[in-house]
């Protein structure tokens, strides 16, 4: 099939050329394009595979939950990275900054971090002052660690030089009926719901201004550590300062978030004035 990436501009091309990401991939229907980059990888696949396709029968999103889309309406990807084990965890923050600059370089539109992967609008972007923030993409990375991390004996932390199979994958809307499901409608968006004159965003142009970003910003995680990548996950992640109930499964958390720390983990001020530390949860975001 002819694939978006075949129409970019010279400059553009030239741009994805000098990056890992050399020779992307892009199918017209798949099962899950993680699954599918999982498997590649424990073939002994390079890193910087790139597999996007133009629909998924078998998506996924955090906690197994079912992801759908229209076929060619949205921007479906999954990338192998191979980081040292410790700074595995940073690979969904890289990639989640990587498309919020790809949208606001193709589109102009500003989007936020909703923590921890997702990317959301203000409701007002889309007329709705007093709603809630949209979801316009999700990110899910999933992690192949070393086989000598699950001995029979029991799990062992990867030593730090280990390199660790990180598969990053995300789901952007790009262009979706006017009128969504009945069950989206008052919870997503999609980039051509932000300004209709302008025209759907070409899926090649974004996918390929995603890795340009990713590129700088995974070799400055490898180089520096995570430092300047928290930094701009703080400023971007809308989560920061909002009234916020956490789903732990077995209970929830209710406060304020105040922070990220240094490891990425939401830190929240609770109604009882504790300050509590959240690694994975989800967030519903209470008040502004």
């Known amino acids: 099939m002819e694939s978006p990436l075949d129409q970019l501009q ?3 091309a030239r ?10 991939t892009w199918v ?3 099962g899950s394009t993680n699954a599918d980059v ?16 133009d629909e998924q029968t078998a998506g996924r999103g955090r906690r197994d939950r079912v992801w759908s889309a229209p076929p060619g309406s949205s921007l479906l990807v999954s990338i192998l990275l191979r980081p040292p084990a410790p700074l595995a965890p940073f690979s969904t923050a890289a990639l989640a900054l990587s498309a919020r600059d790809a949208v606001a370089a193709v589109t102009g539109v500003e989007v ?3 923590w921890p ?6 409701g007002a972007a889309v007329g709705d002052p007093t709603g809630p923030d949209r979801k316009l993409a999700g990110v899910l990375a999933e992690a192949d660690w070393p086989a000598s991390a699950n001995a029979s004996a029991g799990w062992r932390e990867p030593a730090p030089g280990e390199r660790v199979v990180v598969v990053a994958g995300i789901g952007l809307n790009v262009a979706w009926p006017a009128e969504l499901p009945p069950e989206l409608a008052d919870v997503a968006v999609a980039l051509n719901h932000l300004d209709p004159t302008v025209g759907p965003a070409d899926r090649g142009v974004l996918l390929a201004e995603l890795l340009v970003a990713l590129e700088e910003r995974y070799a400055r995680l490898l180089a520096e550590g995570p430092g300047s990548l928290l930094a701009s996950w703080r400023q971007a992640c809308v989560t920061l300062g909002r009234s916020v109930r956490i789903d732990l499964g077995a209970d929830d958390v209710v406060g304020t978030a105040v922070d990220l720390d240094d490891a990425g983990h939401l830190v929240v001020e609770t109604l009882e004035g504790a300050r509590r530390v959240v690694a994975v949860g989800d967030v519903v975001h ?3």
């Open 38 to 53: 999982l498997d590649a990888a424990r073939d002994g696949a390079r890193e910087g595979l790139v597999v996007a396709a």
């Open 15 to 24: 741009r994805l050329a000098a990056t890992r990401f050399v020779d992307p």
């Open 112 to 114: 936020g971090i909703k």
């Open 10 to 12: 010279p400059e553009v």
């Open 28 to 30: 017209s229907r798949t």
């Open 286 to 288: 209470v008040s502004r």
């Open 117 to 122: 992967n997702d990317l959301v609008v203000p």
